[in-house]
């Protein structure tokens, strides 16, 4: 069945350093990609999304990589910081309307050091 | 613009017994969706619903439902719960108005069953 994970359980980053968060689908068939940000007793927050047809977007001190032919997403988080401390998900989506089903992947934890 | 809300924040049950899990979804928002979300499974899609009615479904038993109201807030219920129950439930709400809609996420119900 259609499954998304994660290569990395935890990463530790030093403030200010980029980071990288990696990210693996199955389903060749999705046609959004999501990144969320989840802090402790908080619920998802949405980073930043890309669609099937494009193979980068860039937001606010992030950028997100697509790679279809490896079937891999990859969050990028320009000069880290404290806050940017918390547990990431990508999320994938199908192109159907009518369906709002977001299938997660497992999480990476990023701790920012000091 | 108020997020999306959901009652109660925490929630401690035995087994055997019920539960109803209350969320309003942003102002506008006529999809809910809700997920569970556990440690050793992650977020897991438990169901969709829009204009009153479920309209997907994700793969939990029949002990899951839920409902939706025309105000467009929504209750999911548990019945005979199980220990295995025990999870942080997340409610998600959207536009619905295109094949992807961003998707906010409210900051759950903390479900412990005893």
């Known amino acids: 069945g259609e499954s998304v994970g994660l290569h990395l359980p935890t990463l530790s980053v030093q403030e200010g350093d980029n980071s990288i968060i990696n990210c693996a689908y199955s389903n060749s068939a999705s046609d959004y990609f999501i990144w969320y940000k989840q802090e402790s007793g908080k619920g998802p927050q949405f980073i930043i999304d890309i669609r099937s047809n494009m193979d980068k977007r860039q937001g606010q001190r992030v950028t997100v990589l697509l790679n279809k032919t490896v079937k891999h997403l990859s969050l990028q988080i320009a000069a880290t910081q404290p806050g940017d401390s918390a547990v990431y998900f990508c999320a994938e989506k199908g192109s159907n309307f009518g369906n709002e089903k977001l299938t997660f992947g497992t999480g990476t934890r990023l701790t920012i050091i000091p | ?114």
Request: contains cysteine.
């Open chain 2, 1 to 114: 613009k108020a997020g999306v809300t959901q009652t109660p924040r925490y929630l401690i049950k035995t087994r055997g017994q019920q539960v109803t899990l209350s969320c309003s979804p942003i102002s506008g928002h006529r999809s809910v969706s809700w997920y569970q979300q556990t440690p050793g499974q992650g977020l897991q899609f438990l169901f969709e619903y829009f204009s009153e009615t479920q309209r997907n479904k994700g793969n939990f038993p029949g002990r899951f439902s839920g409902r939706q109201f025309s105000n467009s807030r929504s209750e999911m219920n548990v019945s005979t719960l199980e220990l295995g129950d025990s999870a942080l439930y997340l409610c998600a709400s959207s536009l619905r108005q295109s094949s992807y809609n961003e998707q906010f996420f409210g900051p759950g119900t903390r479900l412990t069953v005893l």
